[in-house]
């Protein structure tokens, strides 16, 4: 299930870019605590790292969306709630669980997942904007 940053999945605005391969990091560093058994504190410790910085990325990717007047803003922003949503809820099944490695697993499958799946069908549209209107 880990993943690796390459570069199909650039958007081409280095800020974005660099946001989305740290996400990428930290995801894979999940997937593998989960498989070699980590405590449930290293694990808990990842996907509240993965929750704030995720709210950080997309504050930052929002600001930029705003800054190039890009247009299907409203749009991101519905899809950034839904994964805070959706993440915050694998996070209250891993504490209820007790560190369940199948609820890591679906934590691990929801960001991967989401996270190619958005880049590549919505985030890779705000590269190809900027760059039709030179920012």
């Known amino acids: 299930m880990a993943i690796m940053w390459t570069e ?18 930290h ?7 989960g ?12 996907l509240q790292f993965l929750d704030q910085y995720t709210k950080t990325h997309f504050r930052d990717e929002e600001k930029y969306m705003e800054s190039i007047k890009y ?7 519905r899809a950034h ?4 949503a ?10 209820k669980s007790g560190g369940n490695l199948t609820v890591v697993l679906n934590a691990n499958r929801l960001v991967v997942d989401w ?3 958005h880049i590549a ?6 590269g190809k904007y900027a760059k039709s209107v030179g920012k």
């Open 8 to 25: 199909m999945l650039s958007v081409g605005v280095e800020q974005i870019d660099k946001q989305h391969r740290e996400l990428f990091e």
């Open 27 to 33: 995801a894979n560093r999940l997937f593998e605590a």
């Open 35 to 46: 498989q070699k058994g980590k405590s449930k504190e290293v694990i808990g410790e990842l």
């Open 71 to 77: 247009p299907e803003l409203d749009v991101q922003k």
């Open 81 to 84: 709630a839904d994964f805070i």
């Open 86 to 95: 959706s993440l915050q809820n694998l996070r209250n099944e891993f504490e």
């Open 115 to 117: 996270l190619t799946n």
């Open 121 to 126: 069908n919505q985030d890779k549209k705000i």
